[in-house]
């Protein structure tokens, strides 16, 4: 416990990997792939792709299925990723006709709708990867291929139809496909083996950056809908616990705009040695953002899951995103962690109010940081507070 966390992160990882050490000393392994398919980053262009399965046969769709894991506590998600084991063979992206078969299976694979029945044969026994560090996210061992087969699975018929369009574009194949109400993870699976665009243009993407690019995706193309609606007429506050994260949204009127800040407490991973709680965010006004946003994905998972409601709702609105990141969660396990806790938040009933004071009140109810320490690292309060519209001036006049 010298690291100060409530729970130790390596302990959780070690036990998870104990558990499964029985499958480590297998070069050969059966079961049923959720299914679940990785595109690696390391040594880019040149990357590692492969199948993720589990030692035994059945329904696994849980152990990839990020949109079932809100609720559940961290040593089980830990559990689910190193449940898998991951074959890899190296190719590089800009030429995924020359992986040959395998990438053909892989693609099968991610478009089935069911668990699929899975062989992998590795050079050598998987290879368990216990990182003695608290910023790893947890992930189960790897070995390369040797051969792979799998069984034929019943395809989504939606994917299926973006994947044989080699016209249509890959932005506008993962819009089709979010409005039809296929899983966001499943169109990032899919986008990362290069299964979208136009057919000259098809690559393999990092499933890192894949994840990232999905969401960025389809949020712009939802925001330029939201942005022809009206605005709330009333300032609305959603609130939402996970894994010992805390997460509250402020729809305020107006035009919209986007914040999400994050504040690290001592003890957490980017503030492991700290005594006062890091706050770091980004924003983005009514006109589409063009650069990367400093805090990295999670700005862009948080950015979907508001985009998605104001489109449920037909309106447009000025968002504020706040999560306090406590000690309790010991280890980051992925930006889904963000887009479906933010999703939760915004599925249950706000508080409504009609001002920002009431607004703020409530909210600093449920949050642990002081009200003048968000104010001081947020551009819509600093903007919403300090300044003086011209509407101000005209109700004055009235008056």
Same mark, same amino acid.
């Given at each position: 416990?010298?690291?100060?966390?409530?729970?130790?992160?390596?302990?959780?990882?070690?036990?998870?990997?104990?558990?499964?050490?029985?499958?480590?000393?297998?070069?050969?392994?059966?079961?049923?792939?959720?299914?679940?398919?990785?595109?690696?980053?390391?040594?880019?262009?040149?990357?590692?792709?492969?199948?993720?399965?589990?030692?035994?046969?059945?329904?696994?769709?849980?152990?990839?299925?990020?949109?079932?894991?809100?609720?559940?506590?961290?040593?089980?998600?830990?559990?689910?990723?190193?449940?898998?084991?991951?074959?890899?063979?190296?190719?590089?992206?800009?030429?995924?006709?020359?992986?040959?078969?395998?990438?053909?299976?892989?693609?099968?694979?991610?478009?089935?709708?069911?668990?699929?029945?899975?062989?992998?044969?590795?050079?050598?026994?998987?290879?368990?990867?216990?990182?003695?560090?608290?910023?790893?996210?947890?992930?189960?061992?790897?070995?390369?291929?040797?051969?792979?087969?799998?069984?034929? /699975? +019943?395809?989504? %018929?939606?994917?299926?139809?973006?994947?044989?369009?080699?016209?249509?574009? !890959?932005?506008? #194949? @993962?819009?089709?496909?979010?409005?039809?109400?296929?899983?966001?993870?499943?169109?990032?699976?899919?986008?990362?083996?290069?299964?979208?665009?136009?057919?000259?243009?098809?690559?393999?993407?990092?499933?890192?950056?894949?994840?990232?690019?999905?969401?960025?995706?389809?949020?712009?193309?939802?925001?330029?809908?939201?942005?022809?609606?009206?605005?709330?007429?009333?300032?609305?506050?959603?609130?939402?616990?996970?894994?010992?994260?805390?997460?509250?949204?402020?729809?305020?009127?107006?035009?919209?705009?986007?914040?999400?800040?994050?504040?690290?407490?001592?003890?957490?991973?980017?503030?492991?040695?700290?005594?006062?709680?890091?706050?770091?965010?980004?924003?983005? /006004? +009514?006109?589409? %953002?063009?650069?990367?946003?400093?805090?990295?994905?999670?700005?862009?998972? !948080?950015?979907? #899951? @508001?985009?998605?409601?104001?489109?449920?709702?037909?309106?447009?609105?000025?968002?504020?995103?706040?999560?306090?990141?406590?000690?309790?969660?010991?280890?980051?396990?992925?930006?889904?962690?963000?887009?479906?806790?933010?999703?939760?938040?915004?599925?249950?009933?706000?508080?409504?109010?009609?001002?920002?004071?009431?607004?703020?009140?409530?909210?600093?109810?449920?949050?642990?940081?002081?009200?003048?320490?968000?104010?001081?690292?947020?551009?819509?309060?600093?903007?919403?507070?300090?300044?003086?519209?011209?509407?101000?001036?005209?109700?004055?006049?009235?008056?």
């Amino acid at each position: 416990m010298l690291c100060g966390k409530l729970h130790c992160p390596i302990i959780v990882k070690a036990r998870s990997l104990a558990k499964h050490s029985h499958v480590y000393n297998l070069e050969k392994l059966e079961g049923s792939s959720p299914p679940s398919v990785f595109v690696g980053r390391i040594g880019y262009p040149k990357v590692y792709i492969g199948p993720m399965l589990p030692p035994y046969h059945g329904d696994t769709t849980i152990l990839d299925e990020p949109e079932a894991w809100i609720g559940r506590p961290i040593d089980e998600i830990v559990d689910f990723r190193y449940s898998l084991i991951r074959g890899k063979t190296a190719v590089n992206i800009n030429e995924p006709q020359r992986s040959g078969r395998l990438l053909d299976l892989l693609q099968e694979v991610a478009m089935s709708t069911r668990s699929v029945d899975s062989e992998a044969s590795f050079t050598h026994k998987p290879r368990d990867n216990l990182s003695v560090d608290d910023i790893s996210q947890p992930f189960g061992p790897s070995a390369p291929l040797k051969s792979f087969r799998a069984s034929a /699975g +019943s395809a989504d %018929r939606n994917i299926e139809r973006c994947f044989y369009d080699h016209s249509l574009k !890959a932005n506008q #194949a @993962a819009l089709d496909l979010h409005r039809r109400g296929v899983p966001v993870s499943k169109i990032q699976r899919s986008f990362c083996l290069g299964m979208f665009g136009e057919l000259p243009r098809r690559k393999l993407v990092p499933t890192r950056w894949g994840i990232t690019a999905v969401d960025n995706s389809i949020s712009l193309s939802l925001l330029r809908e939201v942005k022809q609606y009206e605005p709330l007429d009333s300032y609305r506050t959603y609130f939402f616990k996970n894994l010992d994260n805390i997460f509250l949204a402020v729809f305020m009127p107006g035009r919209w705009s986007f914040e999400w800040i994050e504040a690290w407490f001592p003890g957490t991973v980017w503030n492991s040695n700290g005594v006062s709680p890091q706050l770091m965010g980004d924003y983005e /006004g +009514s006109k589409e %953002r063009t650069t990367y946003a400093e805090v990295g994905g999670c700005y862009y998972s !948080a950015r979907l #899951a @508001a985009a998605e409601k104001l489109v449920s709702e037909q309106h447009q609105a000025s968002v504020l995103i706040l999560r306090e990141i406590h000690k309790g969660y010991i280890m980051p396990v992925g930006v889904w962690n963000v887009r479906e806790s933010v999703r939760a938040a915004l599925g249950t009933k706000p508080k409504e109010f009609n001002s920002l004071q009431e607004t703020l009140n409530y909210a600093m109810s449920k949050l642990t940081i002081p009200l003048n320490r968000w104010i001081q690292n947020s551009q819509t309060l600093q903007e919403t507070l300090l300044q003086r519209r011209i509407t101000d001036f005209l109700g004055a006049d009235k008056k």
